[in-house]
């Protein structure tokens, strides 16, 4: 015979253990991190001639040691934010701006090409963080502002909403429901990462007043913030979502006179003047894969 005075307590003892287990699953489920790089949005950059250029730039090494001190500032803040991975891209020019020789001990490096047109991104990583992030072509007083190429690319539109860097790595990692929740660089760049995500943190280290030129924080003083935004992105981690773009999308690329490229169409693919092309896809993958691939 059943003694159901029994019963119930160890029902409700086995519920409660597996909520305990579910909860300590989450808990210990990893949160791991994809840090995009780039230059031109790095405190002090100002000049590409003399500071972008592994080739002949009289600045260049100064130019890896301020990125490296940004990047090296930013894991240490993901990690204590909770972070329990972080993986670093040197997406600039080529991968050759970042060393393992100075990269924090606690982070990997991403390095070498090619590197997909997705970024490596897949639905493992719980968020991407920019750091040294420019912004798109043409935006006001952006330093150093392009999009892809200074010299090929004049705008890029997806879906008819003007985009550049910031926004395409903000829709493909949505595609893969991985949500941006940081970016540091100068005012314009912050101002487009909040357009796309608003909660998003955003270190501001610098504020152009020309496409040249700007208002600049000390080394020091730009790797304190990054830190400190890094750590709060990832303690607000729950609050941010994917962006999404639901359904077929659309690529247009206008290309400069001197980097317009000349290309047969093909399916998904439209040449609507000399230099703008349109790149038509099932979704913002396939569409971007169709550009991309020029």
Known sequence: MINKKRVV???V??????LVSLAAGQTSKGKKVFVITDLEGVSGIVDSDTQCSPYQCPRWEESRKLLTGEVNAAVGGLLEGG???VVVWDAHDGSRTLSVTDIHPQ???LTGTPVSPTCELDPGYSAVVFIGQHAMAGAQNGILSHSYSSQGIQNIWVNGKPTGEIGARVMLAGYFGVPVIMLSGDTAACKEIHAL????????????VSRGAGLTLPHSAACALIREKARRAMERLGEFKPYKITGPAEVKVEFTPRGTPDFAPREGVERLNDRTWVFRGKDI??????????
Do not use: H, I, N
């Not at 003892?13 to 597996?18: K, P, Q």
């Open 197 to 208: 995500v608003p909660q998003a943190e955003c270190a501001e280290v610098k504020s152009g």
């Open 9 to 11: 307590p160890l029902l």
């Open 285 to 294: 993958v396939d569409a971007w894969l169709k550009y991309s691939s020029f």
């Open 13 to 18: 003892f086995a519920v409660m253990l597996s």
């Open 107 to 109: 982070a990997r490096l």
């Open 83 to 85: 972070a329990t991975e």
